[in-house]
């Protein structure tokens, strides 16, 4: 089994930053990709930012230029600058091991306006 836990959600405001957090544990063998997705209220989930385990990332339109995804020893980082009240929804962190998807609960970040 491969747990992930999202930590850093918050509440800001417009402009403000936040840095989200994505610990794996248990039977992690290799990891192929990393990534961020969200799901706002009645949308559906996308993909935020994806980093693959050679480094390559790549960035939904709409966050390109303010967040940036990394990647350390079965951590998965996110960082968010200028954000917008738009960037409100619940950040999923997932992690491909094997070929398999795993997904955190979630972490929930909030921008006002």
């Known amino acids: 089994q491969v747990q992930l836990v999202e930590s850093g959600g918050g509440s800001v405001q417009a402009g403000g930053s936040l840095r989200l957090s994505c610990a794996a544990s248990g039977s992690i063998f290799i990891i192929n990709d990393m990534g961020w997705y969200r799901q706002a209220l009645g949308q559906q989930r996308e993909l935020v930012a994806h980093i693959t385990s050679g480094g390559s990332t790549n960035y939904a339109d709409s966050v390109k230029d303010r967040f940036t995804i990394s990647s350390g020893k079965n951590m998965v980082y996110l960082q968010m600058n200028s954000l917008k009240p738009e960037d409100t929804a619940l950040y999923y962190c997932?992690?491909?091991?094997?070929?398999?998807?795993?997904w955190g609960k979630g972490t929930l970040v909030t921008v006002s306006s």
């Open positions: 997932n992690v491909v091991i094997l070929g398999r998807d795993y």
